[in-house]
Each structure stands twice: as structure tokens, then as C-alpha cells.
């Protein structure tokens, strides 16, 4: 039995919003996330 990845990599879309930066995956429906600026809404710690 093989092993599963231990992450996967999906294209994400970053929109600049007048409160912040949303993050889509536009791949997974309706998986978002977002934060105050960018290096917030890439930060691993704000998904989910």
C-alpha cells in the first residue's frame, strides 16, 4: 500500500478587499480563507 502525500498543493485566486485579502481555492469548493493583507492570508494559521 502506498503512503498519501503529507500535503497537496491547489491553485489559490487572492483578492484585495477594501477590510482585507480574501483567498479562494478554486479547486475546492467552498474552501476560503483570507486575512488583513497578504502574508496574513498565506499564513497557515489562518485557514480553516
Not at 489559490?12 to 496574513?40: H, I, P, R
Request: aromatic share 10%; net charge negative; glycine share 12%.
Amino acid at each position: 500500500m502506498s503512503k498519501l502525500p503529507d500535503h497537496y498543493v491547489y491553485p489559490a485566486v487572492f483578492t484585495s478587499e477594501d477590510d482585507g485579502v480574501s483567498v479562494e481555492f478554486s479547486g475546492l469548493e467552498g474552501c476560503f480563507t483570507g486575512g488583513a493583507d497578504v502574508m496574513e492570508a498565506v499564513d497557515i494559521r489562518t485557514a480553516g
